[in-house]
T-cell receptor, first 113, second 114 residues
């Protein structure tokens, strides 16, 4: 079945550091890929999505590029802020018509001031 | 805009007890979902429903029942709570297919079983 692998369970950085959270996927079709963010006490919310190879999704200074060759969708931000502290989830749907998403295990991002 | 309301916010149960969690959405969305969130395990799909009175099993449906009697509401029942179980249950909705549309989540129900 489909799966999403986030290798980092937790990332700790200082303000203005560069962020990378790795996401690799396995899917039978041509999936749509998503990043969701969850702030403390809230439900996850969509950060952005990408549907095609080489498509870049971006929002709030975060970005990720769909790479079908390496089956990856790594999240990056050039300069993190304390307010970025949250849990980040990579997810996929195996087709645009799919009813459901498959989520990774999540990465807790901790930013120290 | 809209909102997803989950009740209760906190639920404490006893081992073997049947427990019901409720979810309401005012987006007028067709599809609703129940996910379980455990630390280090991410979000796992329990049940979803693509329309009123429809139910589809997810990856974690054993031990749970669900009910979609109205378009706006989706309830989840833990049929027999397990001792020391602790998890967050998240309800979500989307306008149509999840692959094309954004999932909107509620803030969750936090379950503790004594």
């Amino acid at each position: 079945g489909d799966s999403v692998t986030q290798t980092e369970g937790q990332v700790a950085l200082s303000e203005e550091d560069f962020l990378t959270i790795h996401c690799n996927y396995s899917a039978s079709g041509y999936p749509t890929l998503f990043w969701y963010v969850q702030y403390p006490g809230e439900g996850p919310q969509l950060l952005f999505r990408a549907s095609r190879d080489k498509e870049k999704g971006s929002s709030r200074g975060f970005e990720a590029t769909y790479d079908k060759g390496t089956t990856s969708f790594h999240l990056r931000k050039a300069s993190v802020q304390e307010s970025d502290s949250a849990v980040y989830y990579c997810a996929l749907s195996d087709t645009e018509g799919a009813d459901r998403l498959t989520f990774g295990k999540g990465t807790q991002l901790i930013i120290q001031p | 805009g809209g909102i997803i309301t989950q009740t209760p916010k906190f639920l404490i149960g006893q081992e073997g007890q049947k427990l019901t969690l409720k979810c309401q959405q005012n987006f007028n969305h067709d599809t609703m979902y129940w996910y379980r969130q455990d630390s280090g395990k991410g979000l796992r799909l329990i049940y979803y429903s693509i329309t009123e009175n429809d139910l589809q099993k997810g990856d974690l449906s054993e031990g749970y029942d669900a009910s979609r009697e109205k378009k706006s509401s989706f309830s989840l029942t833990v049929t027999s709570a397990q001792k020391n179980e602790m998890a967050v249950f998240l309800c979500a909705s989307s306008r149509d297919r999840a692959g094309q549309n954004t999932l909107y989540f509620g803030a969750g129900t936090r379950l503790s079983v004594l």
